[in-house]
């Protein structure tokens, strides 16, 4: 009886010490994209730029001088004629009275040549002087005259110069930067304003050069402002730079946006999407959904009985935004497109099908 009692409360004793029955884990989902069958679909190219106005000069003082005023901030409107900065004017205004004063005493040669000239003119009529004489006179007064000419123009000249003193635009803009302050001084010609007009924008993106035999001048293209994703510009390419930037060997392109509004600002981050025609024996994959077995680019496949499984496919060109896959994926295969590298053939998973990112078109 005593050995039944003992045996019963050790198995209530081990009964309380295993632990609860292990429970299966869910599969873990895998994101996948399904392969599509048919005609093929446009696809789209999409690069990031800044929008630019496509008109934006640097403009400076013509005159070197101490910039004591500056009128206007970044981001201000300027109008045609209004002054924008000026330079101290004591030096030019000095140089402008001093060529006021050689033109007076030039005047004041000429009268006296003149009167010489008049005076040896009667003299010679009388034979009174020689003709040499004569003509010293006319001569000095002919000197006398160019000299006022001269400093004339230098009068002219110095006036100018004055008033290039005050820093105006012709045309009406924006201004994108201010290079310069007060109390510098500035060199002829150096930037102390940037004025934009933003009557003509366009956006400013760096395209590869695998990419550039695919675009040309004309092409059609659509933006689509960061800040505003719900609004599409109709877009054109405009200009394409013949030579690559030296550090990041990629070429300038700048895209012009003919109904571009407020929701454009300048400086804004704004996407560019190029369509082109797709091959339906093609298909872009992601980067990361290809892999290596056995020295066969491969991708893992969902079958129908959701478990995981490799296929060798053939490759064409390993671009920036994927690989071009040009054979062996049957449509209807639904591929993983992200880790890789952690599956495990024959695996049963939850296939999570890809979200795409609402495409950029030429629509409003």
């Known amino acids: 009886m005593k050995t039944t009692l003992a045996g019963v409360v050790l198995t209530a004793l ?6 609860p029955a292990p429970v299966e884990k869910p599969p873990r989902a895998v994101l996948v994209r399904t392969i599509g069958s048919g005609a093929a679909e446009p696809q789209l190219r999409v690069y990031t730029g800044e929008v630019r106005a ?4 640097d403009i400076g003082f013509r005159i070197a001088g101490k910039l004591v005023e500056r009128n206007v901030d970044v981001g201000a409107r300027v109008r045609p004629g209004a002054v924008l900065a000026r330079l101290d004017p004591q030096d030019v205004k000095l140089a402008e009275q001093a060529a006021a004063a050689q033109v007076s005493a030039a005047e004041a040669d000429v009268a006296l040549a003149r009167v010489e000239f008049e005076r040896v003119q009667n003299l010679h009529a009388r034979n009174f002087v020689s003709a040499s004489a004569l003509d010293g006179r006319r001569t000095a007064l002919q000197a006398a005259e160019a000299r006022l000419r001269q400093a004339r123009a230098q009068r002219a000249t110095a006036g100018n110069q004055a008033g290039y003193a005050a ?10 930067a201010a290079p310069a302050e007060v109390g510098q001084v500035v060199a002829a010609g150096q930037p102390v304003l940037r004025v934009a007009r933003p009557d003509q924008c366009e956006v400013l993106i760096h395209v590869p050069e695998s990419r550039l035999a695919d675009l040309k001048t004309g092409s059609p293209a659509a933006v689509r402002a960061w800040a505003h994703p719900a609004r599409t510009y109709v877009a054109a390419v405009r200009e394409i730079a013949p030579a690559a ?18 929701a454009l600002p300048l400086g804004a981050t704004a996407s560019v999407a190029f369509t082109e025609s797709g091959d339906a024996a093609h298909t872009v994959l992601p980067l990361a959904a290809v892999t290596r077995v056995d020295g066969r680019a491969t991708v893992w496949v969902v079958d129908e009985a959701s478990r995981l499984a490799p296929l060798a496919v053939d490759t064409a060109a390993f671009r920036e935004d994927g690989v071009v896959v040009v054979g062996g994926l049957p449509a209807g295969s639904r591929v993983v497109v992200t880790g890789v590298h952690r599956l495990v053939a024959g695996e049963t998973v939850r296939a999570v099908d890809e979200v795409a990112p609402v495409a950029l078109d030429a629509r409003k």
């Not at 496509?54 to 000069?57: S, T």
């Not at 930037?245 to 407020?262: E, I, L, N």
Request: charged share 25%; hydrophobic share 40%.
């Open 167 to 176: 820093l105006t635009v012709a045309d009406e803009g924006v201004v994108t």
């Open 245 to 262: 930037d030296a550090a990041t060997r990629s070429y300038a392109v700048r895209v012009s946006v003919a109904d571009a509004d407020d």
């Open 54 to 57: 496509r008109h934006e000069a």
């Open 14 to 19: 081990l009964a309380g010490c295993s632990g």
